[in-house]
């Protein structure tokens, strides 16, 4: 048995369709709405309104204003994981860079979000769906220093094996780009603009990881990743 999410994914490129030519009849049936960053706080808000559906959001390199106006009426997976028909997303923002601007992380601040994460992912026993903003290292990331992917991120795919990784920042016209891929277990999608996905996951029971296991293989993990 399995769940199947039609999810509308968007990132970096507010659709001029979208905006100019809305028709709600090309999103029927959509579960829910993730967004894998740098977009304008009300045009997430306006997606979940007119498509009446909840969005899920992590915020983009260039979304400095959130912090002081987030989206209206959507959920930041970088604050908690959302469930929906049983489905775990958990989310992390940002791009990898030593700039001080906000949503600019090195590895070892990925590293230490992720650790802060580690109980809310263990009493859910795992996660599902990754949703970030940058790709992971080497799976679709860029060519060049800003766009390379975190190796917390494959780490997380190594440790976990959820069934997607969702994620933006590298444009389809970069070098590098890829709109999907499949890494082990994981099927990761670039939601560049906007597209929509079935996601379609197996319906089972999760059971409460142990906290200090799950901790030592993350650090097991981390360092042997890239």
């Not at 002081?68 to 989310?91: A, S, W």
Request: contains cysteine; glycine residues 8%; proline residues 4%.
């Amino acid at each position: 048995m399995s769940v199947n999410l039609r999810a509308l994914i968007v990132a970096d490129q507010e659709s001029k369709f979208i905006w100019d030519y809305f028709d709600k009849s090309r999103f029927e049936g959509v579960d829910v709405i993730i967004s894998c960053g740098d977009l304008k706080a009300h045009y997430l808000s306006f997606l979940t309104t007119m498509v009446s559906a909840p969005l899920l959001y992590v915020p983009g390199n260039h979304d400095g204003d959130y912090l002081r106006n987030p989206p209206e009426g959507c959920d930041d997976l970088t604050e908690k994981m959302i469930t929906i028909k049983g489905v775990r997303f958990i989310g992390f923002g940002g791009a990898l860079s030593r700039s001080p601007k906000p949503f600019h992380y090195t590895e070892k601040d990925l590293s230490r979000q992720v650790v802060r994460r580690m109980p809310e992912i263990c009493m859910h026993g795992g996660f599902d769906v990754l949703v970030t903003h940058a790709p992971s290292r080497g799976l679709g990331d860029g060519e060049d220093v800003f766009h390379k992917g975190f190796k917390g991120y494959l780490a997380l795919l190594h440790l976990f094996s959820p069934h997607y990784h969702l994620h933006g920042h590298v444009h389809m016209n970069y070098a590098g780009a890829k709109q999907d891929l499949i890494y082990r277990d994981t099927k990761i999608l670039n939601g560049y603009n906007y597209r929509i996905v079935d996601l379609v996951l197996p319906k089972k029971n999760h059971k409460r990881l142990s906290y200090l296991k799950t901790r030592y293989d993350w650090v097991k993990e981390y360092a042997s990743s890239g």
